[in-house]
């Protein structure tokens, strides 16, 4: 091999460089991910509503149990981010809502009652909205 000669293409480099091309051309950014995850929750808690006559008490942990995993991600991201691009009073809504939601369940296994899950629902349905608006989106006008 000559010394002016360029070195063949590596395909191993070039099938990862066009697999993350794919991924991010295709995969949500963090904001539709996480408003994505939250309307799933809300199917799930709304699904244990509709079927609330034939629930047990282990299916209805396991629901909420789902649903504080989310809510525990961000009340943690907002604690440990306080320098983070997120506005201080951004921070704390979310640690109170979090907070809300986890008394809320714990309210729900005491006293299992499925009226008490539409708060859960639509909260998750609210922000999951919001999250997935775009950011560079104009505001529409309401009338």
């Known amino acids: 091999m000559s010394q002016g000669k360029q070195p063949q293409n590596n395909p191993y480099a070039d099938a990862a460089g066009a697999y993350d091309q794919n991924a991010q051309a295709h995969t949500p950014d963090q904001r539709e991910l996480e408003g994505r995850v939250l309307l ?67 309210d729900i296994m005491a006293d299992p009652k499925k009226e008490k899950l539409d708060v859960l629902i639509n909260i998750n349905r609210e922000i999951a909205a919001g999250l997935m608006i775009k950011q560079d989106a104009a505001p529409k006008n309401k009338e």
Not at 68 to 87: C, K, S, V
């Open 40 to 106: 799933k929750a809300a199917k799930m808690i709304q699904d244990l509503q509709e079927s609330w006559d034939g629930v047990n008490g282990e299916l209805i942990e396991e629901t909420l149990k789902y649903n504080r995993q989310i809510w525990m991600m961000f009340y943690d991201t907002a604690l440990e981010n306080p320098e983070g691009d997120r506005p201080n009073d951004l921070r704390s809504n979310i640690i109170n809502l979090a907070n809300f939601i986890f008394k809320r369940e714990v």
